[in-house]
């Protein structure tokens, strides 16, 4: 696949995992190896991958994001910026976008392996934006290219951070430390039915590349406006 394809293609995969075939531990190697050549702030390669398979450990993560994703992700609405809206197009592709969420939280009882992707050496709270951008920007990098990497290899992905809502419950359960390694996403990784993805709807080019400073003309986003209440941030 050309590069241009991975990166078009490389969608949030929730209705297409296919459970049935086993996800081989050295494609997972093959993985992370090129996604440590990602960048990192002061070259300290902070990215952790908790790959789990064990199927007791893999259940009790899974059942963690079902019960965020059952009992408190309304109340996250706000807070990531998804909020309803008017617009009779948008507010379908909110639904398919929740269908594919249902189906998702399924599938994570039914893979093979998830994979918990943390940030080694810091936790994120109360720490200042200069900070967390640079600590989070050494390993997201490495989390998409991992992402990547597992398209080109036929592999699917979806970025989640909905269980973040108890990580302490997961970092227990995996015997991550949590005072010192921050958990930033969870991921599925198993093989895709059919391999064939196209890219997906996105704002224009001309809405979001600002010249020669900020146009305060441009479509933004829902403004972010509160944090999560219920369903606990630790
Ligand atoms: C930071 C971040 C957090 C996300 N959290 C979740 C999540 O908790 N659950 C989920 O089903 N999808 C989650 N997603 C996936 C997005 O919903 C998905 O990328 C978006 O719907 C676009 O889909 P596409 O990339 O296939 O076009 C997350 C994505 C990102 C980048």
Redesign the pocket.
Known sequence: MHVDEVLATT??V?RRLDATRAVPAGLIRECVELALQAPAGSNVARARFVVVRDPALRAAVADVYSDVYRNSYADSAGYIGRVPTPDAAAAEVQQR?SRS?DA?ERALHEVDTIVIACLDGARLDGVPAFASASLLGGVLPAVWSFMLAARARGLGT?????HLAREREVADLLGIPFDSVQQVCLTPVAHTRGTGFRA?SRPAVDEVVHWNGWDADRPRPPAVTGLITRGGVH
Do not use: D
């Open positions: 969608r949030a929730r976008t969420a998702l979806c970025w989640t951070t909905m997906a």
